[in-house]
C-alpha cells in the first residue's frame, strides 16, 4: 500500500542529509569563522547547527548550496539581525567579538 504524501515545502530527509553531510566535512563556524565543536550537546550554545546563508524567509532555497555550519548562538545572533517578518522578537546579546 503506498501512501502519496503531498510533497512538503519542507523536506525533513533531504534536511538530514544536508546535515549529514555538512556534519562530515566538518567546516568551521560560516558567520564567525571559527571552529566548531560537533561534539558538544544540540542544545549548547557552541553547538553545529546548519544556517541557511539567504533564509528561507527571504527566498533563499533549502539547497546545500545555501548551507553553511554555525554555531548555535552565531546563527540565533544573525537571524536577530536579519530577520524582519517580527516574528522572531527575542533580543540576543549582540557583538562584534566572538568568544569562541
Ligand atoms: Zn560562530
Redesign the pocket.
Known sequence: MSTTQPRAARNTTTRDRHRAQIRRAKPP?G??G?DIDYGLPHLDPGAFVVDHIVPLAKGGADTLENKQA??RL?NRVKSDKTDESGLVTIRVFVTDR?W?
Open positions: 563556524c558567520i564567525c571559527a554555525a554555531h552565531c566572538c569562541w
